[in-house]
């Protein structure tokens, strides 16, 4: 095993930050020996986008998401989630 370097003091965040930046972490920093963080109340970031869809398909969407109990754009985000996965299997 290597010789980890000592972590420098830093007078600021901005310090370490340009510190970090400049230099590799696996020098000072024994990953092997480091935790896995979970974070469970982490939400994904979302991007609120505009799509055009025909009046049927959208009666369509909402008729069978209320009937799986479900608001219709969550509904849609679930169906292009599962087409998605389906398409990257191929």
């Known amino acids: 095993m290597k010789k980890l370097k000592p972590i420098p003091q830093f007078k600021n965040e901005d310090q ?3 510190f970090w930046a400049k ?28 799509i055009r869809v025909p009046e049927s ?6 008729a069978e998401a209320n009937r799986q109990d479900v608001p219709y754009q969550s509904f849609i985000k679930i169906m292009l989630d599962r087409e998605i996965n389906e398409l990257e299997k191929v």
Do not use: G, M, V
């Open 16 to 18: 370490e930050r340009d």
């Open 57 to 62: 398909l959208l009666s369509r969407i909402k």
């Open 23 to 50: 230099h590799d972490s696996s020098e000072y920093i024994d990953w092997s020996k480091a935790d896995k963080a979970i974070l469970p109340n982490l939400k994904p970031s979302t991007k609120t986008i505009s």
